[in-house]
């Protein structure tokens, strides 16, 4: 259970039939659990519940009860020096015993201290079975770190992110319960007193005790509980989640269609009919002690995880007796783009089988502001009743927002409509959407008095490329550059805090005191499109001297690291660039060139760089400012296999890549998986030469008809994300 006191998983039942004591005797049952019965099964903080209801048949007497434990983790043990220096290193030895009945691999070490370390994260090696036996010493390692400042405190943790061996077990007990079961079921019958107790979502009503328990027995009793998943998924379109597939819950859609469910919190008591656009309940069909119940919910319910709770009743001595059973399965409960009566129905079939039905997720690559490389969201389908007529319709939202919008970490929905014509004064998040897609990029200088002067005005950095799934087209803005475009950009600065920006174009924005704005030297910052990552680089500044006299030029150019979001993270290297000279009508070329060895190290996820420039003649004062970003193109992963393929039938498929880098590759892993072709599956690979071919060979067997689409993705210590795809035609 979590430590909220909500029931998580089933661990272990023991069912006590017609057992026997005689007069004046005691005995006792034990309920024995395996490690491998719970692991799998604990959440959070090994939190577990233990609970019993028995019967006295002679008597009528019920004696119900239940409480909580936890299971104890070991501790980790640091060992160092009670006192040290500032500025003096200092080792400190972490280790633990390991409690399990198995190895522990992909494991790291964090270490952190105020004063003393920044936050380190360590990778520890797999070491063999035989040395990380249950009862032996995991790891015990020693790192450095140097005090900062006085009275610190040192803080470790180890976190184990994944075990071969204990991850095959859990897939083996997973499936072991989906052959034999089917869909699964655990429910329990505990008496409660009728209460009007409010619950939050999530939480089971609180049980209320009496002593003693009442002498009931229920005559009516849930023994089994099946949501017919099999059915209601395909029914619903949603029989392709891998929950529907695997039996691990019921995936339906609100409104229209019957969903067998509960509120948060909604209670339903069978009725004759079923109710119009609200939740009801009726039974459709009686036999052999077994209920069928359609259960309806209203076009406008949650969308969320639910959960199921059956209540039946019991009168004893004018009291009611309220027996509950919980199914230990959740019910995802979704949009409904089929029902008319819902906010995000689609009418057009066309659209359902590409946004709804579709395996493959749709994309959308945005030169965005921060200004990021590239960004993904989606774009949503649905009525803004809130909004004026003609607002409602396709709306962005972004899933992954990185700002916050009224304190909270989200964005959209906003109108496309109202993004494409530069309408930021409506609702949600807008405005930030638009500078994301069709914002100006602008450089100041800055004088001695705070004045500042626009000294370059860039108009289509920003949303250049916008790739979005059709039919939508490109409704986000206008062609780049034309009347339409630039009309949306003047009515977003309308209601900006730069107002009226574009009618002062050259003049500058505030106070300045600038004699001379003379700019007869051009300049011109270049860099090839693509760079192959494992080869070194070269940034090259262009000057041209449009005067009849010479000129004298001082700045820099400098190349660093970023993130795909246009944060820069290290510096990677910088030319100083004192006094140049170039002649009258002449031109020259400066560069920075960047080998493998200094970027290798500094690079950070997808190998976006960034380079900038920054010049000013010293002669008239001219100041040059410009930065663009690049990124260190990866190899791809060639994936060959036949175009044509049969549900069942074994298939073979052959992955390759050459590593273009000047060093081995090392601590290799091949990953593929394909919806409908094959799980994702992980193969541990040998070191790859440099400069030499890759080459695997991997099985999968098809359990999907149509076209599909096999994706892989080869990693190493010193080479990751080396991606490739490609798609096959399944037969039945």
């Known amino acids: ?103 522990l691999t992909s494991s790291e070490l964090t270490v952190e201290g105020t004063g003393l370390t920044k936050h380190q994260v360590i990778l520890l090696k797999v070491l063999a079975d035989s040395c990380c036996a249950a009862g032996r010493i995991v790891r015990s390692c ?69 002593e003693p328990p009442p002498p009931v027995k229920p005559d009516l009793t849930v023994e089994n509980v099946d949501l017919n998943i099999s059915t209601n998924s395909k029914e619903h379109h949603t029989d392709e989640y891998s929950i529907s597939e695997e039996g691990r819950g019921l995936v339906v859609r609100r409104g229209d269609n019957p969903t067998p469910t509960t509120g948060t919190r909604v209670s339903l008591v069978l009725a004759d009919k079923d109710p119009d656009k609200e939740w009801g309940a009726r039974i459709l069909k009686y036999a052999k002690k077994r209920l069928s119940i359609r259960i309806n919910t209203p076009p406008t319910c949650y969308v969320g995880i639910w959960k199921l709770q059956i209540e039946t009743f019991v009168k004893s001595d004018n009291k009611t007796v309220i027996f509950d059973s919980w199914h230990d399965q959740n019910i995802y409960i979704l949009f409904n783009p089929w029902c008319k009566d819902d906010q995000v129905y689609l009418p057009e079939e066309e659209w359902l089988n590409e946004y709804i039905l579709n395996d493959k997720e749709p994309i959308e690559e945005l030169n965005t502001e921060n200004v990021w490389n590239f960004h993904v969201w989606n774009d949503v389908w649905m009525a803004r009743p809130d909004l004026p007529k003609g607002y409602g319709g396709w709306q962005a939202i972004d899933s992954t927002a990185q700002e916050a919008s009224d304190g909270i970490y989200r964005c959209g929905p906003a109108p496309l409509v109202a993004i494409k014509s530069g309408e930021v004064y409506l609702p949600y998040d807008t405005p930030f959407i638009f500078a994301e897609l069709n914002a100006d990029r602008i450089k100041w200088q800055m004088d001695e008095f705070g004045g500042v002067t626009k000294i370059k005005l860039s108009k289509n950095s920003i949303g250049i490329r916008i790739s979005t799934k059709l039919p939508i087209g490109k409704p986000y803005k206008h062609p780049e550059g034309s009347v339409e475009e630039r009309t949306a950009v003047i009515n977003a600065n309308q209601v900006s805090s730069r107002k009226g920006l574009y009618h002062e174009e050259g003049k500058p924005m505030f106070r300045v005191n600038v004699s001379r704005l003379c700019r007869d030297v051009q300049f011109e910052l270049l860099k090839k499109e693509t760079d192959p990552y494992g080869k070194d680089f070269e940034i090259s500044l262009k000057i041209t001297n449009n005067s009849s006299e010479t000129r004298t030029f001082s700045g820099c150019i400098n190349t660093s690291s970023m993130f795909y979001t246009g944060i820069t993270t290290k510096r990677v290297k910088k030319l100083v660039i004192e006094k140049e000279k170039i002649g009258a009508n002449k031109s020259k070329e400066l560069s920075l060139k960047v080998t493998f060895d200094e970027y290798y190290n500094k690079l950070v996820d997808q190998c976006h760089m960034e380079m900038s420039c920054m010049c000013q003649v010293l002669e008239t004062n001219q100041t040059y400012v410009d930065q663009d970003t690049f990124r260190l193109i990866k190899p791809d992963l060639t994936i060959k296999m036949p175009d044509n393929g049969k549900i069942g039938k074994m298939m073979k498929v052959e992955v390759s890549f050459t590593n273009p880098l000047p060093c081995a590759l090392t601590d290799c892993e091949l990953t593929v998986e394909g919806i409908g072709l094959t799980k994702t599956q992980v193969f541990p690979q040998s070191i790859v030469p440099s400069n030499q071919v890759f080459m695997a060979t991997v099985d999968f067997l098809p359990t999907k008809a149509g076209l599909r689409e096999l994706i892989g993705s080869f990693n190493s210590r010193e080479l990751a994300m080396v991606d490739g795809s490609s798609e096959i035609m399944i037969s039945k």
């Open 1 to 103: 259970m979590y430590y909220t006191g909500v029931p998580a998983k089933r661990v272990k039942n023991l069912a006590i039939d017609n057992e026997k004591i005689a007069a004046n005797k005691s005995k006792e049952l034990s309920l024995k659990v395996t490690f491998d019965e719970y692991y799998s099964k604990l959440v959070d903080q090994c939190h577990m519940k233990m609970s019993c209801m028995c019967t006295i048949l002679e008597t009528e007497h019920s004696y119900v009860d239940q409480d909580t434990f936890r299971l104890i983790k070991p501790e980790l043990k640091i060992k160092a020096p009670a006192t040290g220096k500032v500025g003096e290193k200092i080792k400190a030895e972490v280790s633990f015993t390991n409690p399990l009945p198995c190895a």
């Open 142 to 210: 020693s790192t450095d770190f140097t005090m900062r400042r006085s009275s610190s405190r040192f803080m470790s943790s180890s976190r184990r992110t994944g075990s071969t061996s204990t991850g095959t077990i859990r897939t083996r007990l997973y499936s072991d319960i989906i052959r034999s079961r089917g869909n699964r079921f655990t429910l329990t019958n505990f008496p409660r007193r009728s209460v009007n107790t409010p619950t939050s979502e999530g939480r089971k009503p609180i049980l209320e005790r009496e």
